[in-house]
């Protein structure tokens, strides 16, 4: 289960996604908004309590440029969200960083970029090893 979410300027990308996921057969849930102007930094707090309560696996945030959503994003525990426009950033933030959360710019990147993000993030497991520790020490930057 996926949940995904977006403001008004991720919105049609949104959609898009949503379209692939449900072609590929992936369940989601849709934290929202509706295409009415919205603050990404209340989406992202919908969307990230799905990945930290365990009801889903992973979350993806939309915004215009996806940096405000990202940034919101990364202000909740246990959230490793990683902002990515393209398939490198994307495959590489699930084998090293274990990102929990994909974040991509409405504005900034298409629909058949955003399915090669999406499908390379979903489908690619972390490495673990010596990422791992690295991992640990993003997570004790919470508490500091
Ligand atoms: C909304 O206009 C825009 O500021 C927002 O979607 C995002 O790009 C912020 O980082």
Redesign the pocket.
């Known amino acids: 289960m996926i949940a995904i979410g977006s403001?008004?300027?991720?919105y049609s990308l949104k959609c898009e996604v949503i379209k692939f996921l449900e072609n590929s057969g992936i369940e989601y849930i849709d934290c929202g908004c509706n295409g009415e102007s919205c603050d990404?930094p209340d989406i992202a707090e919908k969307t990230c309590e799905k990945v930290t309560s365990g009801e889903c696996e992973k979350g993806i945030l939309i915004?215009?440029?996806?940096?405000?959503?990202s940034m919101s994003a990364n202000k909740i525990k246990g959230i490793r969200a990683a902002l990515c426009q393209d398939y490198y950033t994307a495959k590489y933030t699930r084998l090293h960083n274990d990102a929990n959360v994909l974040c991509m710019?409405g504005?900034v990147i298409g629909a058949g970029t955003a399915e090669e993000i999406v499908t390379v993030f979903l489908n690619t497991e972390f490495e673990g090893g010596r990422h791992q520790r690295r991992v640990d020490k993003i997570m004790g930057l919470e508490n500091k």
């Open positions: 403001d008004h300027a991720g990404y915004c215009g440029t996806g940096i405000g959503i710019g504005r």
